[in-house]
């Protein structure tokens, strides 16, 4: 039974392409988080402006709310394997220009700002493409699979790079974080080499590209399930989840632990969220999913506001970990149900329209909370997030007897299209827990 149990959860391992994928990320994630805590110690520990922290999220977010329409055309346009490959080696590039001007001591705030804005733009065509390239690389009866295997491997990284970073930057300063994560691209552009990929063949174009990205937002816009996942996901985003911004301040001036204490905070979310992902990826139908995504929000809420009172890095580590899995629980079901719904040839831009609400809208948010917690204080300021996150869950809920029957015609669909055996993602009582008829 247990091996049972480990060989659905791996699943989408059998698919060697997706072994080498998964290999290559999950080097390069460690040091992506690794990257990630030391420029947000580096921004603190130049300017200590909780608004500054807020206006470097949101320099290196920005493009991808900007950006995200064009790289959800140019997902379904281009070869998604070579976009990736591209944007992969872009990132490199970025990584260690920044680690050669913090090793130097030449590194400047507004030098910071540049380079994480680049980013954002290589990220913004990154996200679209990588998403959708999941599916060629294991098929849509796996694909549920290796988008829940695809958030763990994210999330292990989270644990074991804000950990390493915690270290280095305590102990040899954050050049030697960005360093390492530059070279840690290496693994992920070998692996997407060594790939044997199908020739691409995109679906002939009848439009020109603005009409073709007007249609992406048009067909998310009046899908109702689509659009309520992808509206929850951004007050999410905008209220809820800056904590991550306002986290050296808790780290430093609330909980006293420092940039130790930052990577010990860092990486109880990411544990947290690497139990949701592998609960997740042990699922082999999507009944019930519908109502996760209300119920983690709620959690992740609650969990968030007892972070926010918290004065004990015990207490906030386990409150974090609940955060992690929720909120893991709420983003892995939403891009599950999100491409179960989609057609392939919709893909790339709905799941660019998904990144724009998910981390597009977050800038925004990290700038205010920056600015907010400038004039109110950080608990403060994540407290009201929390509130707002728990007011929109409750109306999704609500929302939930009109959502279930649209959504469970649009899997059917995409089911009988590309002949999907229904056992494989049995949807018969797809989405509704009690599996009443709607």
């Known amino acids: 039974m247990a091996r049972v149990g480990r060989s659905n959860t791996l699943r989408a391992l059998r698919h060697r392409n997706f072994q080498l994928f998964f290999a290559g990320q999950l080097v390069s994630l460690i040091?992506?988080?690794?990257?990630?805590?030391?420029?947000?110690?580096?921004?603190?520990?130049?300017?200590?402006?909780?608004?500054?922290?807020?206006?470097?999220?949101?320099?290196?977010?920005?493009?991808?709310?900007?950006?995200?329409?064009?790289?959800?055309?140019?997902?379904?346009?281009?070869?998604?394997?070579?976009?990736?490959?591209?944007?992969?080696?872009?990132?490199?590039?970025?990584?260690?220009?920044?680690?050669?001007l913090t090793l130097t001591n030449r590194i400047q705030?507004?030098?910071?700002?540049?380079?994480?804005?680049?980013?954002?733009?290589v990220n913004a065509f990154d996200i679209p493409a990588r998403q959708s390239f999941l599916v060629e690389m294991v098929g849509r009866?796996?694909?549920?699979?290796?988008?829940?295997?695809?958030?763990?491997?994210?999330?292990?990284?989270?644990?074991?790079?804000?950990?390493?970073?915690?270290?280095?930057v305590a102990k040899i300063g954050e050049g030697w974080c960005f360093f390492a994560n530059g070279i840690s691209y290496v693994a992920v552009i070998g692996g997407l080499l060594m790939m044997q990929v199908k020739p691409f063949k995109?679906?002939?174009?009848?439009?020109?590209a603005f009409e073709t990205i007007r249609e992406g937002f048009h067909f998310v816009w009046r899908t109702l399930p689509i659009r309520s996942i992808v509206r929850l996901i951004a007050i999410v985003s905008f209220?809820?989840?800056?904590?991550?911004?306002l986290m050296p301040i808790f780290a430093d001036r609330i909980l006293h632990g420092g940039a130790q204490g930052l990577g010990v905070l860092m990486g109880a979310t990411g544990v947290g969220a690497l139990g949701g992902a592998l609960l997740l990826a042990s699922r082999t139908e999507l009944k019930g999913f519908m109502a996760w995504i209300p119920s983690a929000a709620a959690v992740?809420?609650?969990?968030?506001?007892?972070?926010?009172?918290?004065?004990?890095?015990?207490?906030?580590?386990?409150?974090?970990?609940?955060?992690?899995?929720?909120?893991?629980?709420?983003?892995?079901?939403?891009?599950?149900?999100?491409q179960s719904m989609v057609s392939d040839h919709m893909r790339g831009r709905a799941m660019s329209v998904y990144s724009m609400m998910y981390l597009g809208i977050g800038p925004f948010g990290a700038?205010?909370?920056?600015?907010?917690?400038?004039?109110?204080g950080a608990r403060f300021t994540i407290l009201t997030?929390?509130?707002?996150?728990?007011?929109?869950?409750?109306?999704?809920?609500?929302?939930?007897?009109?959502?279930?029957?649209?959504?469970?015609?649009?899997?059917?669909?995409?089911?009988?299209?590309?002949?999907?055996?229904?056992?494989?993602?049995?949807?018969?009582?797809?989405?509704?827990?009690?599996?009443?008829?709607?």
């Open 202 to 208: 995109p679906a002939p174009a009848s439009m020109s």
């Open 239 to 245: 209220a809820g989840m800056p904590y991550t911004v």
């Open 141 to 168: 009866g796996d694909l549920m699979n290796a988008i829940a295997l695809n958030s763990s491997m994210f999330n292990g990284a989270r644990i074991i790079g804000p950990a390493i970073a915690g270290i280095l």
């Open 31 to 100: 040091g992506t988080w690794m990257q990630t805590v030391a420029q947000s110690w580096l921004v603190y520990r130049l300017t200590g402006s909780p608004a500054l922290l807020g206006l470097a999220s949101f320099a290196g977010q920005i493009p991808i709310f900007i950006l995200s329409p064009i790289a959800g055309y140019a997902a379904d346009r281009l070869n998604r394997h070579r976009v990736v490959i591209a944007t992969q080696s872009a990132s490199m590039v970025l990584a260690l220009i920044l680690a050669v």
């Open 300 to 338: 992740f809420s609650v969990s968030l506001a007892g972070f926010a009172v918290s004065s004990s890095m015990w207490l906030s580590c386990v409150l974090l970990l609940i955060a992690g899995f929720a909120v893991m629980i709420q983003v892995g079901v939403s891009n599950t149900l999100i």
């Open 367 to 376: 700038m205010a909370a920056g600015f907010a917690a400038d004039n109110f």
């Open 109 to 121: 705030i507004w030098e910071l700002f540049v380079l994480a804005a680049l980013l954002g733009v």
């Open 385 to 438: 997030g929390a509130v707002v996150c728990l007011v929109a869950s409750g109306v999704f809920a609500l929302q939930l007897p009109a959502i279930r029957p649209a959504a469970r015609k649009l899997v059917r669909d995409q089911q009988a299209i590309h002949e999907v055996p229904v056992t494989e993602v049995p949807v018969t009582e797809m989405l509704d827990p009690a599996g009443a008829p709607q």
